[in-house]
């Protein structure tokens, strides 16, 4: 069969009126070849040669009724018709099955849904930003959604720590105005110190406490079971993927003022799944009361120590006391807004909160340091005292006692 490029030649060469016996010639090909491709309209077709069989053709029908018991492995299907006589390669199998097997498909699961107030999801996840200079940082970000309303509260933190943890667990809870029957959480290091011999958790001390003083049970997800969790690990991928890409601050303060209006603007509107929103079905929760701010209290408390020069350090921030308390152990608690400093009880010194690294002095801070030498308390030492004054007489004196003597 001759070429697409020589059939167009010969068209060529017959327009330009050269007769048959001239075109065969000049191409080297037969007259009647040449009056053929004439004569056709296009390319003539190829006859098609007759399929050669297959040494698998025998075993088609076995290697069908095999791949309807949902076996495409190739060389378990080899090994099988080879027992029923098949001589030929892995290869051939191979490629048969090929266009045979399904696509390959995560396994289905039921979606995970609970009763109202009955649990709460509670993740951290980890995002990025970049600082004026262009250097890319990471921020802790604590995420808790309610099960059955949706309900979601995110807090940026500065640490991912069990102090920080609980301060951003009971800002949750208040925002929600209950407390949840149940957490959930995956084997999250802040609170799980590890599985035990009895392949139960062992939850950190100060959590234990801190979960029965809200009379709630703290549960772990399955292991490689994350959509048990599904809710809170959407809600850390919708923090990343649509609340932080192209959104601006100055300090971790705004960021968390712009995601507690983020969060309510989400509460507000119609979720996915459930066809309404969570602002509605927040009440039908049926939240436990929240415990006394006396119970609380011992959670909100961070212990530290006064500097020399008298000050506390707190999330990056150092803090002034008055100086007669340097060197003390002292308690930090975070409090609308406000950071508080007590010693033995008392409250000695209380700053607005700083989101960004900074020292805040106390006024008064160093007051009287001078004149106490830098002691709060007074030194042990020795005194010394004026010495004891003999009395001066008048020399007349000593005349007058002469002259009655004599």
């Given at each position: ?12 060469l017959?327009?330009?009126g050269k007769s048959?016996r ?9 007259r009647n070849?040449v ?13 098609k040669r007759p399929?050669?069989?297959?040494k698998?053709?025998?075993f088609k029908?076995a ?10 492995n ?8 080879r027992?029923?006589?098949y001589?030929?390669?892995?290869t051939?199998?191979?490629d ?9 498909q995560?396994?289905?699961v039921?979606r995970?849904?609970t ?13 990025d930003?970049?600082d ?11 995420v808790?959604t309610?099960?059955?309303?949706r309900?979601?509260?995110i807090?940026?933190a ?5 102090r ?7 800002n ?6 209950g407390?949840?029957n149940?957490?959930?959480?995956d ?6 110190l ?23 049970v703290?549960?772990v997800?399955?292991?490689?079971r ?11 991928r919708?923090?990343k993927?649509?609340f932080?890409?192209?959104?601006t ?11 507690r209006?983020?969060?309510?603007e ?9 066809g309404?929103r969570?602002?509605d079905?927040l009440p039908?929760e ?8 006396e119970?609380?209290?011992p959670f ?15 999330d990056?921030v150092r803090?002034g006391v ?7 152990e ?11 400093i007590?010693?033995d009880g008392?409250v ?16 008064g ?5 001078k004149?106490?030498q ?7 030492a020795?005194r010394?005292?004026?010495a ?5 007489r008048?020399l007349?004196?000593y005349?007058?006692l002469a002259?009655?003597?004599?």
């Amino acid at each position: 069969m001759l070429g697409s490029g020589l059939v167009i030649s010969l068209h060529e060469l017959r327009a330009m009126g050269k007769s048959i016996r001239q075109i065969a010639r000049e191409t080297n090909v037969s007259r009647n070849t040449v009056r053929k491709y004439l004569r056709a309209e296009g390319l003539p077709e190829r006859k098609k040669r007759p399929k050669r069989g297959s040494k698998l053709d025998p075993f088609k029908t076995a290697l069908h009724q095999l791949m309807a018991d949902g076996i495409y492995n190739a060389e378990v299907l080899w090994e099988r018709i080879r027992q029923q006589g098949y001589s030929g390669g892995k290869t051939l199998v191979k490629d048969y099955v090929k266009p045979h097997r399904p696509p390959r498909q995560a396994p289905a699961v039921q979606r995970y849904e609970t009763k109202p107030g009955d649990q709460a999801q509670v993740d951290w996840g980890i995002a990025d930003y970049v600082d004026e200079r262009g250097e890319f940082h990471k921020v802790p970000v604590f995420v808790m959604t309610l099960g059955y309303s949706r309900a979601m509260y995110i807090e940026f933190a500065r640490r991912c720590d069990i102090r920080s943890f609980l301060r951003c667990f009971l800002n949750a809870i208040e925002s929600f105005g209950g407390v949840p029957n149940v957490m959930l959480t995956d084997r999250m290091k802040t609170v799980i110190l590890g599985i035990g011999d009895d392949r139960k958790p062992r939850w950190h001390p100060l959590f234990a406490d801190f979960a029965a003083t809200l009379g709630i049970v703290p549960k772990v997800c399955r292991v490689r079971r994350p959509q048990t969790k599904g809710k809170v690990e959407r809600a850390v991928r919708f923090v990343k993927e649509n609340f932080l890409p192209g959104r601006t601050f100055v300090d971790l303060g705004d960021l968390n003022a712009q995601a507690r209006t983020w969060c309510d603007e989400k509460n507000r509107r119609v979720h996915g799944t459930t066809g309404e929103r969570p602002v509605d079905r927040l009440p039908q929760e049926e939240l436990k009361p929240l415990p006394s701010e006396e119970a609380l209290c011992p959670f909100r408390f961070e212990s530290r120590k006064v500097s020399p020069d008298g000050f506390v350090s707190y999330d990056g921030v150092r803090y002034g006391v008055p100086w007669v308390y340097s060197r003390r152990e002292a308690m930090v608690r975070l409090l609308h807004g406000q950071v508080e400093i007590w010693i033995d009880g008392v409250v000695v010194a209380r700053h607005e909160q700083v989101h960004r690294r900074a020292v805040v002095r106390l006024p008064g801070q160093y007051e009287g340091l001078k004149a106490a030498q830098g002691c709060a308390f007074p030194r042990p030492a020795a005194r010394k005292i004026p010495a004891e004054q003999v009395e001066t007489r008048s020399l007349e004196l000593y005349d007058r006692l002469a002259e009655v003597g004599a």
